[in-house]
């Protein structure tokens, strides 16, 4: 794990550095630090203001480094906050990637893809913390559901509505184990996703009726539905970005879909088609760090299954 470690801590500093750059620190001023404090006085909008786990986070950070006297603590907080994040979520995903029985060489090949589309995928937005959070729960639900340990997904389904609404899916995640469970599986993984929808719902709703209703937000001046999606399809931003972020993933994915693994088949047809069509209709697409959590789950995992040699054992025991 040494190696794994270091290896994600290397990729979390280069992509938050590209990120700092690209951004300035005059944009972090103008916007971040004012958004961060919006969020800390119930102010941010709708839906930055109910995204509060990951402010909650570097607030707390932001403290600590104040106690000890680090110059610009606030600042510090923000760059310490995405990189412990994104190092944690190149963990979880080697983790996860070797959960699937993909080998070790090619997990280590996933990373370093992996980072590629994390440096790329920072167009148009700020520090982004949630995003970040969501990609690494996201990744620690898949793990979790590979390890069969479903209930756990309650507890992280609870802390991830605390960060973003996209984390809904996450409860869902434990329904991919219904192909291959016994009849008593089926009826657990049934109801682990029902009260973890329950409990997403419950916090959904918590967060509004805490902080009462916010402006709405709206991405570039165009609405959510077939506003957005013409804004999508139309710009040429959108496809750049999109290249940039995936390059031909998406291709080795679908050309290697016989080799993989059952549980991996599970989590790509239950999350990447629907992501992608929530997300051209209701975001801006051209930001694609919108879409790491399909990429880091599923197309990219999939995409390792076409190297040779990949997951001889799982596609052995699928076909008897």
Known sequence: MLWVTGTALLLSVFTVFLHLKALGRAYILEYQVPRHLAMLSGTAGNPWQYRVFSAWMVECAHRALAAVGIHD??????????????????????????????SGAAA???????????????????????????V??????????????????WPLTAIAALNRETSGFIPLLAL???????????????????????????IFVGLRWAYGKQEWIIPYGHKPGLDLFTYNLT?????????GTFSILPFMALAARGRWAPR??????????VWFAVHWFGA???????????????????ALFLLPGEARETRESAIA
């Open 176 to 202: 991919t184990t219904w192909p291959s469970a016994t009849p008593a599986g089926r009826t657990r993984a049934l109801r682990v996703a029902v009260v973890g929808i329950a409990i997403y719902a419950a």
């Open 235 to 243: 710009r040429a931003r959108t496809w750049v970005q999109l290249a």
């Open 264 to 273: 991996l088949r599970g989590i790509f047809w239950l999350l990447v088609p």
């Open 284 to 302: 801006v697409m051209s930001e694609t760090r919108l879409l790491l959590v399909p990429l880091a789950l599923a197309i990219l995992p999939a």
């Open 136 to 153: 690494l729960f996201y990744l620690i639900a898949a793990w979790l559901v590979t390890r069969d340990r479903l209930e756990w997904l």
């Open 73 to 102: 603590p606030l600042i510090a907080a923000f760059v310490l906050v995405r990189v412990v994040a994104e190092t944690a979520m190149f963990v979880i995903a080697w983790k996860y990637w070797r959960a699937l029985e993909l």
């Open 108 to 134: 280590f090949l996933g990373l370093a893809l992996f980072g590629w589309s994390v440096s790329y995928s920072n167009f148009g937005s700020d520090l982004q913390f949630n995003t970040y959070f969501d």
